[in-house]
């Protein structure tokens, strides 16, 4: 039956539905929470229980097929997740809690939706609803300081995000003009003839400009640290982590229609990467805020990112799939930290860790986990990642690039590290103990069990990740 294909989406759009009614009357945070939880964990259980399912809806412009139902389950998790750390919901005010629900949930819908567009139209389509979702949430923060950061935050976000849309749509003009569909699957025999024109590769070129945006890939990066620092902890959390594996996503299936041929695809990859990675690394080194600090380092990680797209190989694909399914779930790991510890929602500068290790045993133990796989010290996934995604790219021939990528990762160390002492061997005697909820402490213990889990054995992972990649190549 054709409507089971699109089960997903529909409980999530019926949620969203359910979440509106509700917004309407006097329902408190409470009510619309335990909805949104609710709704989030049984799309899980959906999202599972369709991984299988194949087919073509609208006109063939939507495709489900095991690559788009195994992101759909990832982006489920990490909505979850975040859902699950953030019940106190400190930095957003209880009469606004059910219009933040629902645009969180709408935000996830249009990711979900994102990963199965096999048609230009409906993937900008499906973006611009994730987007314009975040767009809403980032201002919706309690102002206490009297600065009004997060007005400014959610100005520049659009701004930017504009900008980017822009890009991407002269882009897909582009495209039709010189092929004549927007569907991707005649786009690439098409493409492959025109891979000597310039006019093709600028046209791929912005259309990536979209999701470089999405990613934080430089030069598309300057909303970052505003954002991060402006929206709500929880509100970072999910920004900085869900909506990358739908980028991600998207980056591989537009990168499977360029040919070896198009080296200046692979130029401006390795460039980008390059810049990504310089950039970010350098810029966190002075950081003092933890969530400008993991916004730069953001950057940093879409440069990894980026060494597996430009082999312009399954193995390559296959890897930085693996890789960006691993940040999400360190990155979840450090953001509930900071969530759990600050105790009016307000941001934290890395000085305010100290001694956590005294406050909360779990928490200091899951952030030093978390710092550990994103700086790529074994046997955490981090490690693996990036020993992957390096060795892929010495492979392709790009030994600059991974020599480049080796040394931004032994700059990372340091800034990682950083948090770490300060969590261990800072002095923050005078500092309450923090109590920690049942669901937090699980939450916690799943995140380090799986970091360290997918480091030590990621052959699961992998084979997943290479049976999605192949059903789209």
């Known amino acids: 039956m054709k409507l089971m294909l699109f089960a997903p989406e529909l409980f ?7 979440l509106f009614f509700l917004s309407t009357g006097k329902a408190g945070g409470k009510k619309a929470r335990a909805l949104t939880v609710s709704i989030a964990l049984v799309n899980v259980l959906i999202c599972f229980a369709s991984l299988r399912s194949e087919g073509l809806l609208f006109y063939d412009a939507y ?7 195994v992101l759909k389950l990832f982006i489920s998790l990490g909505f979850s997740v975040v859902l699950l750390f953030s019940s106190e919901l400190k930095g957003v005010e209880d009469e606004v809690r059910a219009e933040y629900y629902l645009f969180l949930l709408l935000s996830t819908l249009g990711l979900i939706m994102m990963v199965s567009s096999v048609e230009l139209l409906t993937m900008f389509i499906a973006l611009e609803l994730s987007s314009y979702s975040l767009y809403l949430l980032v201002p919706m923060r309690t102002d206490r300081g009297g600065l009004r950061v997060q007005m400014e935050a959610a100005i520049k976000y659009i701004l930017f995000g504009v900008v980017a849309t822009g890009v991407m749509l002269f882009g897909m003009s582009y495209l039709f003009g010189l092929t004549g569909t927007t569907y991707f699957v005649e786009l690439l025999p098409k493409l492959q003839m025109m891979m000597g024109s310039p006019v093709a590769l600028i046209a791929i070129a912005m259309v990536m400009g979209g999701f470089f945006f999405k990613l934080a890939v430089f030069p598309f990066h300057f909303w970052v640290p505003d954002v991060y620092q402006g929206a709500s902890n929880e509100t970072t959390a999910f920004i900085a982590s869900v909506p990358k594996v739908a980028a991600v996503a998207m980056l591989i299936r537009i990168t499977a229609l360029v040919t070896p041929e198009a080296q200046a695809i692979v130029n401006m990859l390795i460039v980008l990467s390059v810049c990504s990675m310089l950039y970010g690394n350098l810029v966190a080194l002075v950081q003092t805020d933890i969530k400008r600090m993991l916004g730069f380092s953001g950057i940093a990680h879409a440069g990894y990112v980026l060494l597996g797209l430009v082999t312009l190989q399954e193995a390559g694909y296959v890897t930085a799939f693996y890789y960006i399914v691993g940040y999400l779930v360190m990155n979840l790991a450090g953001f509930l930290v900071i969530c759990k510890v600050s105790q009016q929602g307000e941001n934290l500068a890395i000085a305010d860790l100290a001694g956590l290790h005294r406050r909360s045993p779990l928490l200091a133990l899951t952030l030093a986990v978390s710092m550990f796989a994103m700086a790529g010290i074994p046997p955490f996934v981090g490690f693996m990642g990036k020993f992957m995604l390096l060795t892929g790219a010495y492979k392709a021939g790009h030994l600059a690039l991974v020599i480049i990528a080796a040394i931004n990762t032994a700059i990372s160390i340091y800034y990682y590290l950083s948090v770490v002492r300060v969590t261990y061997a800072g002095n923050g005697e005078e500092q309450p103990l923090l109590q920690v909820d049942g669901m937090t402490k699980a939450v916690s213990v799943a ?17 997943v990740a290479t049976s999605a990649i192949r059903t789209i190549l």
């Not at 495709?63 to 139902?69: P, R």
């Open 12 to 18: 999530l759009l019926f949620g969203a539905l359910a």
């Open 63 to 69: 495709k489900i097929d095991f690559f788009s139902q």
């Open 447 to 463: 995140l380090v069990l799986v970091i360290i889990a997918l480091g030590v054995v990621p052959n699961q992972l992998l084979q």
